[in-house]
């Protein structure tokens, strides 16, 4: 069974900081890894990951693959309000199927 | 990209009765996906709905409870049937564009409330 697990489950961090949120996963024939950022109700795409060390950047944030480790790292920097939500990974693995991962609930804090 | 319309975006239904959300696409895509969105929780996904085909549904989810139509390339609904409080979730649909059907979009998901 495809597992996705990340961390930390919820973050609070001050305006201004960086952070880091991470994703672990297990998946028996990977084809990507995925990010989004859900505010309310639809997550909002942000990156695909398929080939390792190859770091995407989107502004202030960027993420990164270790496909030898089975991990991914999304970053943030300068973080502003704005940015609180609950930050979901997922895997695409088979037939295009997604396992997502509980998610990062993060908080930034005026 | 895909631009998604999905709809309604909130109910509230008795238990008993049935609700059907549709999912509109402004492209044709050949995987369209429901997934389901239980309160804190994940998204868990339900079915694969292929145009011209039977869904295929997720270990746990049944035919029966949530029927799936898939008519066209750009149209799909999810039926939420014989409600009860459990059911109560956001729904969501999703496509996969791009070549290799990776980057999965979504509606605006349907906040649905069993009472």
């Known amino acids: 069974e495809d597992k996705v697990v990340q961390s930390p489950l919820s973050l609070v961090v001050h305006e201004g900081d960086t952070v880091t949120l991470n994703c672990s996963y297990e998946?028996?024939?990977?084809?990507?890894l995925l990010w989004y950022k859900q505010e309310k109700k639809a997550p909002t795409f942000l990156f695909m990951l398929?080939?390792?060390?190859i770091e995407k950047k989107s502004g202030r944030l960027s993420s990164i693959l270790d496909k030898k480790e089975l991990f991914s790292i999304l970053n943030i920097t300068a973080t502003q309000t704005g940015d609180s939500a609950v930050y979901l990974c997922?895997?695409?693995?088979?037939?295009?199927?997604?396992?997502f991962g509980k998610g990062t609930m993060l908080l930034v804090s005026p | 990209s895909a631009v998604i319309s999905q709809k309604p975006s909130r109910d509230i239904c008795q238990r008993g009765t049935s609700l059907t959300i549709q999912c509109q696409v402004d492209?044709?895509?050949?995987?369209m996906f429901w997934y389901r969105q239980q309160p804190g929780q994940s998204l868990t996904l339900i079915a694969t709905?292929?145009?011209?085909?039977?869904?295929?549904?997720e270990s746990g989810f049944v035919i029966d409870k949530f029927p799936i139509s898939r008519p066209n390339l750009t149209f799909s609904t999810l039926t939420v049937s014989n409600m009860s409080p459990e059911d109560s979730s956001i729904y969501l649909c999703?496509?996969?564009?791009?070549?290799?059907?990776?980057?999965?979009?979504f509606g605006q998901g349907t906040r649905l409330t069993v009472v």
């Open positions: 999703s496509v996969g564009v791009g070549s290799m059907n990776t980057e999965a979009f």
């Open positions: 998946v028996t024939n990977f084809r990507s």
């Open positions: 398929t080939s390792s060390g």
């Open positions: 997922a895997v695409e693995s088979g037939y295009s199927t997604l396992t």
């Open positions: 492209s044709q895509v050949t995987m």
């Open positions: 709905a292929n145009q011209g085909s039977e869904a295929t549904y």
